[in-house]
């Protein structure tokens, strides 16, 4: 028999646990389901992690992540460890975890399944089945550009950045940009300020030659004051957006609030070979750890996007959107995207991870 594959589990604090639990149910269901070979071994991470051990990432969760195939986390922080020294608070360790891992592709989809149209802020006809991906460049550009600081100069204080990127990283991001594009609707939008930035005019000039080797997907450009704009107008034109760090920390929010539900939206970061950290864009949601109550489906679609885009197992990720979509259409609610509606069933954490397996099941037998 071929060696498992091996899926490192990172709990973390506040409802981490609360949703992981449910995550790695649905993960060991399609595993038996679809025959994929994966082994799991959960580590501790983050506050949970501090408190045990006084590091955030200690030295033996870190050598596992090195050596998984893919990780899938929960949420990590809480108002406890704000007092706790910088170095040492829980973001400070999923931040390094990016870093050592060199995960510089960030994946964040905005998809809002029709039933929860309601739930955004925008008119339903203008979100309604809205599924775009946004690809962020995470390592790079202004957040890492040196020189940056602050110093005296002429009897004032000067701030300064500086954004910057390579031939290589603009390369690797539009590559994955393409590949991403071709499992979709082969339709990519790059955005960057090229009318105002060289960093940008070489962006685009780069994204245009790694596009020749992908005749069949088509490219588009767009500055990124348009694509702000473009977001909220009419975000269904769009298919992947592909952008630096800085452009796609500021669209990736504002398109992840179009769909108006924080506990349903995944995301992954990826290395050069494909390996990722999955995770629900949410937070630890101390205002709730502890009572039952989060919404599991980021957690869950997270799994769907590992199973996706690490390890190629596109029938079983498709399985799993599709229980979920059946569990909403089927009144499923947690509180964050209970809407009113007449069919609706309020469910708690337990409950909706419950009814994702039931649907999984049915639909293998369907
Ligand atoms: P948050 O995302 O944790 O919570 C924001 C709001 O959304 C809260 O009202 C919360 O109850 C709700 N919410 C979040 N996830 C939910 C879910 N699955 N189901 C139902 N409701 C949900 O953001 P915050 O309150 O700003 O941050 C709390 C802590 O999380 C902080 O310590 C922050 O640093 C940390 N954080 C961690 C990550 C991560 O682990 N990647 C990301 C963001 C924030």
């Not at 030659?209 to 088509?218: H, L, N, S």
Request: aromatic share 4%; charged share 20%; net charge negative.
């Amino acid at each position: 028999m071929s060696q498992a594959r091996k899926i490192v589990i990172l709990p973390g604090d506040g409802i981490g646990p609360e949703i992981i639990a449910q995550a790695t149910k649905v993960l060991l269901a399609a595993n038996d389901q679809f025959n994929l070979g994966l082994a799991t071994q959960s580590c501790a991470f983050g506050g949970s992690a501090y408190d045990e051990t006084g590091n955030p990432l200690p030295d033996s969760t870190l050598a596992a992540c090195r050596d998984a195939d893919a990780i899938l986390a929960g949420a990590i922080g809480g108002p406890q460890y704000d007092a706790a020294p910088r170095e040492l608070r829980p973001e400070r360790g999923l931040l390094r975890l990016r870093a050592e891992l060199k995960l510089f592709a960030n994946l964040r989809p905005a998809l809002l399944y029709p039933e929860l149209a309601d739930a955004s802020s925008l008119k339903p006809e203008l979100v309604a089945g809205l599924n775009l991906m946004i690809l962020r460049e995470l390592t790079g550009g202004i957040y890492f550009g040196q020189p940056r600081g602050i110093e005296q100069r002429d009897g004032e204080r000067v701030g300064f950045n500086t954004m910057v990127y390579n031939e290589s990283e603009i390369r690797r991001i539009a590559l994955r940009a393409f590949e991403i594009s071709r499992q979709r609707d082969s339709r990519l939008c790059s955005v960057d300020k090229a009318n105002v930035l060289e960093v940008s005019e070489l962006w685009r000039e780069i994204v245009e030659d790694v596009a020749k080797d992908y005749p069949d997907v088509e490219l588009t450009h767009m500055y990124v004051d348009n694509a702000a704009m473009q977001l909220v107008r009419a975000p269904k034109q769009f298919d992947v957006i592909v952008t630096s760090n800085l452009f796609g920390d500021v669209l990736s929010d504002a398109a992840a609030m179009l769909t108006g539900s924080i506990g349903m939206l995944p995301s992954a970061s990826l290395d050069e070979s494909g390996k990722g950290l999955y995770e629900p864009i949410h937070g630890s949601a101390p205002d709730i750890a502890g009572q039952g109550i989060a919404n599991p489906l980021a957690t869950i679609l997270s799994v769907s996007m590992m199973l996706r885009y690490t390890l190629h197992e596109a029938k079983a990720a498709d399985a799993i959107e599709q229980a979920v979509s059946a569990v909403l259409a089927t009144g499923h609610r947690c509180r964050d995207i209970a809407t009113g509606v007449a069919n609706e069933q309020l469910v708690n954490t337990q409950e909706m991870g419950e009814a994702v397996l039931v649907a999984l099941a049915a639909g293998a037998s369907a």
